[in-house]
C-alpha cells in the first residue's frame, strides 16, 4: 500500500519548507522528501552562515526572468515584510546592512528553525536520506517510487534548487521532472559567481589577493556599485557576482576603479597644485598602494618615475580614461562549484504565476530556484523561496 498525501513537496530547502508550513496550515496533508542527510543545507551556508534572509527594498526589478512581469504577484501577496515578521515573532535577532540587506545576528540556523518549528507545529512531516527513483502519473495522482516506500499524492511540488555547490549534492533531479512532464527547461548556468582570468592579469590579481575596493562595474547597459575582491583566480566581491548574471562569455567587462572621482579632473588638479607628486603617490591617495604599483606597471611603467609637471596633460588623461573605463576581458566564471544560484530553469510561460503550477499538468507546481527566477544578491533568492512557496500553498 502507498502513503496517500493531498501534497508531496520534493526538496527541503528554503522553498520547500516554506510550501510545507504554509499548505499544513490549510490543513493540506503534506510530506517533504529531501534527498540529503538535513534540510535547508543552503539555508545554513548563505550569508557566510548567517543567512541574508531577504531585503527591505524587494521589487520585480531585482529579478532576472524570461518573463519580467512573472514575479510581481507572488512578490505581492507575499513581502519581506511578511517574513520578517515571522522573524521578529521568533525572537530571532537580526541586523540591516547596506541596501536593506537582513542577516541574522548570531546563526543561519535561527531561520532554518523558524521553518522547521512552523512545519512541525502546522503538521508537515520531513523525511530525509530519501531518494525518488520514479514518478509517474496515475489516475490523476502522481505516484512516488522512493527508497522510503511508494507514496501518491494529488500535487507534486518540485523544489530541488538548482545545479550550484555540487559539494551539497545538488542534481538536475528538478529539471529532469519538469522535461520528463513536457515542460522546456531554459539553458542553465552558473551565477552570483566569481570570474576566473588568464595570462598576465590572472598573476597580476593573484599577487592582489585579499585587496578590495569600491568600483562600479558596467556590462552592456547594466551596471552596479559595490566592492570588488580581487582573488588567486581573478575578481569576485559583491559587484563581480551582480555583474555575472548579465555577462556574456567572451565579452568585455568596465571597471571603473574610481567611480565616485573624475579621475582626469583629479590628476590635472594634483599636476596644478602639486607638481611635484609622482603619479603613484597621488593615486595612492585614492586606493591601496599595492594596486597602485600594478597599475603602474601595466599602465605608466614608462613614465612611473616622473613627477606630475613633467608629465603632459594627454598622458595623464591617458591613466584617467583607464582608470574610470578598465575594459577587460574575463576567461570565464568559478563555475557552480562556488556560484550562489542558477541561472535559467523552468520556463515561466509554462507555470502560473499565481500559483507556480505548470499550466499543461494538473498537479505538479515548481517553486524557488529551480525556476527560472534569479534575483539579484543581497537576499532577493530567498524573498523569492518565500513568495514562490507561499503562492503555490494557497492552490495546493
Request: net charge neutral; proline share 4%.
Amino acid at each position: 500500500m502507498s502513503d496517500h498525501y493531498d501534497a508531496i513537496i520534493i526538496g527541503g530547502g528554503a522553498a520547500g519548507l516554506m510550501t510545507a508550513w504554509q499548505a499544513a496550515l490549510r490543513g493540506k496533508k503534506v510530506r517533504v522528501l529531501e534527498r540529503s542527510n538535513k534540510a535547508g543545507r543552503k539555508i545554513l551556508m548563505s550569508g557566510g552562515g548567517r543567512c541574508n534572509f531577504t531585503n527591505l527594498h524587494v521589487t520585480p526589478e531585482n529579478f532576472i526572468c524570461s518573463n519580467p512581469h512573472f514575479v510581481k504577484s507572488a512578490l505581492k501577496r507575499y513581502s519581506a515584510w511578511d517574513f520578517i515578521g515571522k522573524v521578529i515573532e521568533h525572537g530571532v535577532p537580526y541586523h540591516e546592512r547596506k541596501h536593506g540587506q537582513l542577516f541574522c545576528d548570531n546563526k543561519a540556523k535561527d531561520i532554518l528553525n523558524i521553518l522547521l518549528d512552523e512545519c512541525a507545529q502546522a503538521g508537515a512531516q520531513l523525511s530525509t536520506k530519501c531518494e525518488i527513483s520514479d514518478i509517474k502519473l496515475q489516475n490523476q495522482q502522481y505516484s512516488l517510487k522512493t527508497t522510503l516506500g511508494p507514496m501518491t499524492c494529488n500535487s507534486l511540488v518540485v523544489a530541488t534548487g538548482g545545479l550550484s555547490i555540487p559539494s551539497m549534492g545538488t542534481t538536475p533531479f528538478g529539471y529532469e521532472i519538469a522535461q520528463q512532464f513536457g515542460m522546456h527547461v531554459l539553458p542553465l548556468r552558473a551565477s552570483l559567481v566569481p570570474y576566473t582570468f588568464s595570462g598576465e592579469l590572472k598573476d597580476m590579481f593573484a599577487r592582489l589577493s585579499g585587496n578590495a575596493v569600491d568600483t562600479t562595474i558596467t556590462f552592456g547597459n547594466t551596471e552596479f556599485n559595490e566592492a570588488l575582491l580581487f582573488t588567486h583566480r581573478g575578481l569576485s566581491g559583491p559587484v563581480v557576482l551582480q555583474i555575472s548574471n548579465y555577462w556574456e562569455p567572451g565579452q568585455a567587462i568596465t571597471v571603473n576603479l574610481l567611480p565616485q572621482i573624475d579621475a582626469e579632473q583629479f590628476l590635472l588638479d594634483a599636476k596644478q597644485h602639486t607638481p611635484k607628486s609622482l603619479i603613484r603617490t597621488t593615486i595612492t591617495q585614492l586606493m591601496p598602494k599595492s594596486l597602485v604599483l600594478e597599475l603602474e606597471t601595466m599602465w605608466w611603467n614608462n613614465i612611473k618615475d616622473r613627477a606630475l609637471a613633467d608629465c603632459s596633460n594627454t598622458q595623464l588623461q591617458n591613466i584617467a580614461q583607464k582608470l574610470n573605463h578598465w575594459e577587460i576581458v574575463p576567461a570565464g566564471t568559478e563555475g557552480y562549484k562556488t556560484a550562489e544560484v542558477t541561472l535559467g530553469g523552468v520556463h515561466t510561460d509554462g507555470l502560473s504565476s499565481k500559483t507556480m503550477e505548470s499550466n499543461t499538468q494538473a498537479g505538479l507546481y515548481f517553486v524557488g530556484e529551480v525556476v527560472d527566477v534569479t534575483g539579484h544578491l543581497g537576499g532577493f533568492n530567498f524573498q523569492w523561496a518565500w513568495a514562490s512557496g507561499y503562492a503555490c500553498a494557497q492552490a495546493l
